[in-house]
């Protein structure tokens, strides 16, 4: 007797796809089958629809069922109308979130016409992405896809999005006289000059005038970076220096904004002598640069530059997001070359940082096979991935604050961005190399090969994250989309040295931009850890929580201290070479 295949569940539904496809007019299925496959659409946002809109039709009880629960939906909405419109009071059937600002003038509750808009809108909207959301038998990472290109289309299509229908556009139209909407298309115009809805104007800020003006030099510079070290501000440092390896997604001096926001000036006047890498932007000859030259022509450049001039035997070595998954492969590395007692890192300072990338956040929905391989043919033409290309991406991620907020106030209302340095900063990235990011994009994100023993070589040898033994500190952010708090803390996992870990109120960028004079509503949780680390929500609950006004930068210097070495009289400026004064050359190439 032939022996049965065993089958996957989760491939029967596609199979059952492919045959309905078969049975549609000629000229549709191939449109579904190319989108299906990527070849009309390279970022995979219409394949995950059309999939979740066919396998709608292959579970009819299903889809029967949710249409009764529509139906009543529509029902709830047509009487608050037919209340409000009759002069009633009602409560409405759809409520936008908490946090939706879209909805700030009252008009939208105290006019029964707007109100019916807003609910009209809101009901179809929620339905529709709830509707994507509970698609039977999708896939997981498909459902994500689709519900997040839905809810794109959703939020594209908000009436305050239109001028007709924004009721505070009409009226501020109507009391300037029509000078709102003049500004609004030189702005309109600006934003089409830049190539970009611009979050805040350019002209405002200017690096090493009013952005990134710790004092410091150039004490080094190859192809891809330049190495600054800042002037002490003490009279006596400690004896091993931080040194700290930036993303090279975006610019340094998001470390080194304002003087009150200054992670680097904060170290300065705690007795730190601070090195930081200026990445290159990349131009088309740096096509080939591997993810092995930034570790080997960034990281360990820097680690030995700042050893050479202040002549200590290790250092303290800090990596933000991507950095810090470079500064991990690196000590990985390390350990394994040298041993730990011979490697130049004494121990690792980890921001937002993934080596983990099994569930990476809302970035996996541009992340997939046909996606990355979209990509890496586009990067091979150019030599690069356009810095603008990954700001876009990440904008998308949040488009109602990021995008569509800014073309309202923007274009409807004829306001000019106002000035922040943050966006600033954030409006100002850098290119990719292919070779690199094509790498890391299929070896991290496809792949999660970090974290498997052995399953990468860089540097010449294999690596294998259990050979950090350094003391590590590392640092989450609780509302981070980019690099969730919960997949950060899995580095625990894969480190064996002693662990301590935060997580800090706000994203990304703000809860690691937090200095202790940072406005109110600010706070950070912390907990040393041993084996067999808890999962991240179980450790949470048995975290210190310390409120507003203290930051985790006074936590984490005094976690430095002991490790830093003894005090020490530092090099005096004019005796170390300087190639430059900060913030240097390559920060400033577009």
Not at 27 to 39: P, T, Y
Not at 96 to 105: C, F, K, M, T
Not at 387 to 396: H, I, N, Q, Y
């Amino acid at each position: 007797m032939a022996r049965s295949r065993a089958r996957n569940p989760r491939q029967e539904p596609r199979e059952e796809v492919e045959r309905r496809i078969e049975e549609m007019p000629e000229q549709v299925a191939e449109i579904v089958h190319r989108a299906m496959e990527g070849s009309f659409d390279p970022l995979g946002n219409i394949a995950p629809i059309l999939h979740a809109q066919v396998l709608w039709a292959l579970h009819p009880v299903a889809l029967w069922s949710k249409e009764i629960e529509l139906g009543k939906r529509n029902v709830a909405l047509m009487r608050y109308v037919a209340q409000r419109l009759s002069g009633q009071s009602a409560e409405p059937p759809f409520v936008p979130e908490p946090y939706d600002i879209r909805w700030d003038h009252p008009v939208w509750t105290e006019s029964a016409w707007w109100s019916a808009l807003q609910q009209g809108y809101l009901g179809w909207g929620q339905s529709l992405v709830e509707m994507v959301r509970q698609t039977p038998a999708i896939d997981e990472r498909e459902r994500r896809r689709a519900v997040f290109w839905t809810g794109e289309f959703v939020n594209a299509l908000a009436p305050t999005n239109f001028f007709w229908t924004n009721p505070k556009a009409r009226e501020l139209a109507a009391k300037t006289w029509g000078l709102s909407l003049v500004e609004g298309y030189k702005n309109f115009l600006s934003d089409m000059a830049a190539g970009m809805v611009r979050m805040t104007r350019p002209d405002d800020f200017h690096v090493g005038v009013n952005l990134a003006t710790t004092p410091g030099d150039v004490v080094h510079r190859n192809g891809l970076v330049e190495i600054i070290r800042y002037a002490p501000t003490r009279p006596q440092v400690h004896r091993r220096p931080v040194v700290i390896v930036p993303p090279w997604i975006n610019k340094f001096y998001v470390l080194d904004l304002t003087p009150d926001k200054s992670l680097v000036k904060y170290l300065c006047d705690q007795g730190f002598e601070v090195f930081i890498i200026s990445w290159k932007n990349p131009t088309p000859e740096m096509a080939n640069t591997t993810f092995d030259d930034y570790l080997m022509q960034g990281v360990d450049v820097l680690v030995e530059t700042a050893r050479s001039i202040t002549g200590a035997d290790k250092v303290n070595a800090v990596g933000y997001c991507i950095g810090g998954t470079a500064l991990a492969s690196y000590l990985a590395v390390m350990n394994r070359k040298l041993g730990a007692d011979a490697c130049p890192v004494a121990d690792a300072t980890f921001f937002t940082t993934l080596v983990d990338f099994s569930a990476p956040g809302d970035i996996e929905v541009f992340i997939d096979p046909a996606t990355v391989d979209f990509l890496c043919r586009k990067m091979q033409l150019d030599g690069y991935l356009r810095g603008e290309d990954m700001a876009e991406a990440f904008r998308l991620l949040r488009s109602n604050s990021l995008i569509w907020r800014y073309i309202v106030h923007g274009w409807l209302y004829g306001e000019e961005p106002e000035p922040f340095d943050v966006l600033y900063w954030n409006m100002d990235p850098t290119r990719m190399p292919a070779k690199m990011h094509c790498w890391y994009l299929r070896e991290f994100y496809l792949n999660n090969r970090l974290i498997q023993p052995d399953a990468l070589t860089l540097a010449g040898v294999p690596v294998d994250l259990r050979q950090i033994v350094q003391p590590v500190y590392a640092v989450g952010t609780e509302d981070d989309h980019i690099a969730p708090w919960q997949q950060t803390f899995k580095l625990m996992r894969h480190v064996r040295g002693p662990r301590r870990y935060v997580l800090s109120s706000s994203g990304h960028i703000l809860g690691i931009v937090n200095p202790p004079k940072n406005p109110p509503k600010r706070k950070y949780w912390v907990s040393d850890l041993t084996d067999p680390v808890p999962r991240a929500d179980s450790w949470l609950k048995s975290a210190s929580e310390h409120p507003h006004p203290n930051s985790w930068w006074g936590d984490w210097v005094e976690w430095l201290r002991p490790q830093a070495g003894e005090l020490v009289t530092p090099k005096d400026r004019a005796s170390v070479p300087s190639l430059g004064s900060a913030p240097g050359t390559y920060v400033l190439e577009h």
